[in-house]
């Protein structure tokens, strides 16, 4: 009997698991390792407060590749209903459900992939220690834990999530929260006439915002980065079936060689003329990613019914981009990233209009401020100073909601990781996270894959591209299911 491994339990084991369940193969031995208490739910989905929702409509975050509709028939047999949106006007487009209750998704999904399997002769077992070293051996691969449990598998999956935010001033002390989930545990105590500084404009800090705001903070909210860069506003959800941004069309340019960032945007070209868009009008949303925050975000918020399909468009691409991203030549991912990897993150990772609209509210009335070229958070005897966008603020509280550390391995994953490189089964990726091939998702060391691990989620970005998007893991964990199962 085949011994899989899958090492980590959050979101990409579970839609793992329900891809094995779904296959048609001899039975085997899966063991997951997960020693937190979030297991199915990884660290975005655990038990918080409802005000903090999932960012993609519920039709685009089912975890049953084929069946666009299986989250949502899992909500209408629960009788969940959207609670009142009366606050955010016209703006209520499409059933954001919260991400408590997607995590209560995992753990249905994840339960009923093990009783299937189960059912099927599989022998399913659950590690909750955490795996510490891993090396090629005994025809497969030896795991060692924290504990010192030693387990053999044939074939090992890296589900190891996203780490914390990266804290980047050194700042972890009184009066800083270096993470802010679970919101309603981490800012139960954050006094509501502080100021406070939120250290990110992405997705984690409009969640922070939020949670402030739902929770009865009064004192004014600063939005803090680089770039001061906000997530777009997602647009009333269209069905789109892609004609020339696809795989195939992309495998046929690069004749088995390279494709360039000018054949991506060409292609991409005739994707939105062949829907009788205007290349341009997607064109200016990049031109415009450094207007104020403030006005990009009220612009946006009136074309949510607007008729320029785009951005939508442009949102339908991410799971063709972990394809094409493989076959563009290096110095043109490198440009990519450098100069318009926020511009595509803000775009194609956009935040809901109920959450923009709630946003602009919280602006309006004085409440929010969002700035760009932050410089510096230190400690002072009453607090925080922090400059940004030429300015200087007091701040009481710092909420740190930045971005990942660059190698993107969580820490609790290091040593792990770092066993892995030291015995040449594993490399990192310049851009960040580990290397894998497109084709199989197995590790790449010296130039060679190795057969019997591979990588699922933020640790193979580099290799691969917005590889946290649940339509994402959800087809890179399809074509895992073959790969660990294949003879």
């Known amino acids: 009997m085949r011994e899989i491994a899958i090492v980590g339990g959050g979101g990409g084991a579970v839609c793992l698991l329900d891809a094995l369940s779904q296959a048609s193969a001899p039975p085997a031995a899966v063991t997951v390792f997960e020693p937190s208490d979030r297991l199915w739910r990884g660290r975005p989905y655990q038990r918080d407060a409802d005000c903090i929702v999932v960012n993609l409509p519920s039709h685009a975050m089912s975890v049953r590749a084929g069946d666009a509709r299986h989250f949502d028939r899992w909500l209408a047999d629960r009788r969940w209903r959207p609670g009142d949106m009366r606050d955010v006007g016209p703006f209520d487009v499409a059933p954001f459900p919260p991400r408590a209750l997607f995590g ?8 009923q992939s093990v009783s299937r399997l189960d059912e099927r002769g599989w022998r399913i077992s659950l590690v909750r220690e955490r795996v510490v070293h891993a090396a090629p051996g005994a025809g497969g691969a030896l795991l060692t834990t924290d504990r010192g449990t030693r387990r053999r598998a044939d074939r090992v ?7 914390a935010p990266h804290d980047g001033f050194g700042l972890l002390g009184p009066g800083f929260v270096p993470d802010p989930y679970p919101v309603s545990k981490s800012l139960a105590d954050v006094d509501p006439q502080h100021t406070v500084a939120v250290l990110g404009t992405g997705l984690t800090a409009v969640d922070v915002a939020l949670a402030l705001r739902a929770g009865g903070h009064r004192g004014p909210v600063f939005l803090l980065s680089r770039h001061g860069v906000l997530p777009a506003v997602r ?33 991409l070209r005739d994707e939105l003329g062949s829907a009788g868009q205007e290349f341009a009008d997607l064109e200016a949303e990049f031109t415009l990613l450094h207007e104020d925050p403030v006005r990009r975000l009220r612009r946006q918020l009136g074309l949510v019914h607007g008729q320029s399909l785009g951005m939508r468009i442009l949102q339908h691409t991410l799971p063709v981009a972990v394809d094409v991203w493989p076959l563009m030549a290096y110095r043109d991912r490198a440009e990519l990233l450098d100069r318009h990897y926020r511009a595509i993150h803000s775009l ?3 935040m809901p209009p109920s959450t923009a609209a709630r946003l602009l509210a919280m602006s309006d009335a004085g409440r929010l401020h969002v700035w760009g070229g932050l410089l510096d958070v230190r400690r002072t005897r009453r607090g925080f100073g922090v400059a940004a966008d030429g300015r200087r603020i007091h701040a009481d509280t710092v909420i740190n909601a930045a971005s990942v550390a660059p190698h993107r391995v969580p820490p609790a994953a290091a040593p792990l990781v770092r066993s892995l490189i030291e015995a040449s089964a594993a490399s990192p990726h310049p851009h960040g996270g580990l290397r894998v091939r497109r084709e199989n998702s197995r590790l790449v060391a010296d130039g060679g894959s190795q057969e019997c691990f591979h990588a699922l989620g933020d640790v193979t970005f580099g290799s691969l591209f917005i590889t946290a998007a649940i339509p994402v893991i959800v087809k890179l964990a399809q074509e895992m299911a073959r790969q660990v199962l294949a003879p």
């Open 235 to 267: 647009q009333r959800p269209i069905a789109h079936t892609m004609r020339h941004f696809t795989p195939d069309r992309f495998h046929r340019l690069s004749g088995g060689g390279e494709v360039g960032l000018a054949d991506v945007v060409g292609v």
């Open 157 to 163: 999956v890296l589900c190891l999530g996203a780490g």
């Open 348 to 350: 194609c990772c956009p």
């Open 104 to 111: 209560d998704y995992l753990e249905s999904v994840a339960q």
